[in-house]
């Protein structure tokens, strides 16, 4: 499989646990990109990543949100402390590395807090 | 700000008619704008796209404007037929780095 892949499909958690997303790019796509959407929404901008580095948080991102992609391929997303209101699809794209051209997403993962 | 308004936010059309989708953007060094669907539970796949280089592309059934001068651009599918039937999300590139979405238009497309 040559797309991006997200794991796992769907986690459901208990409010105040802590959940960690996994995303696994097209390989040879230098910039990763993670959003979250909610029902009836557009993705939303998280965070992106060129190679390892992180070029990028939204203002809009708590701090119980972090993510990291130490080796410039597979990114994971934490999210600490989780809350209700976390509860979304979590969307990771890639992209070639211009960033100029179109994103390929992922599956997704469904975060429900409970 | 980084903002993209899209409307409607749902359309129904008879299959074979023709649907238009708006987006303003508000960004005036925005130079790429993607058309995203999304079928239920799927991912958002890129179906056109267009640069700020050119008005208009197209590709079979699908096509896409851009005005830049007023910010706005448009998706236009003609001859609609039921599997057109999803969501659909404009965006547009923000600072060369990240693409910024609109909030979906859901199209019904009736047979």
């Known amino acids: 499989d040559t797309g991006v892949s997200q794991n796992p499909r769907h986690k459901i958690t208990k409010r105040g646990q802590n959940v960690t997303f996994r995303c696994d790019p097209i390989s040879e796509h230098n910039r990763l990109y993670w959003y979250r959407q909610t029902l009836g929404q557009g993705p939303e901008f998280l965070t992106y990543f060129q190679n390892e580095a992180q070029l990028e948080k939204s203002r809009l991102l708590s701090d119980r949100f972090s993510a990291e992609r130490p080796k410039g391929s597979f990114s994971t997303l934490e999210i600490q402390r989780t809350e209700q209101g976390d509860s979304a699809m979590y969307l990771c794209a890639s992209e070639i590395g211009t960033g100029q051209g179109g994103y390929t997403f992922g599956s997704g993962t469904r975060l429900t807090v409970v | 700000g980084e903002n993209v308004e899209q409307h409607p936010s749902t359309l129904s059309v008879q299959e074979g008619d023709s649907a238009v989708i708006k987006c303003t953007y508000s960004?005036?060094?925005?130079?790429?704008f993607p058309w995203y669907k999304q079928e239920l539970g799927k991912r958002p796949q890129l179906i056109i796209d267009?640069?700020?280089?050119?008005g208009e592309k197209k590709d079979q059934r699908i096509a896409v404007t851009l005005n830049k001068t007023a910010k706005h651009f448009s998706l236009h599918i003609t001859e609609t037929q039921p599997e057109d039937s999803a969501v659909y999300f404009c965006?547009?590139?923000?600072?060369?780095?990240?693409?910024?979405f609109g909030t979906g238009t859901r199209l019904q497309v009736f047979p």
């Open positions: 960004d005036s060094a925005s130079n790429y």
């Open positions: 965006a547009a590139l923000y600072n060369t780095d990240k693409l910024i």
């Open positions: 267009i640069r700020s280089n050119v």
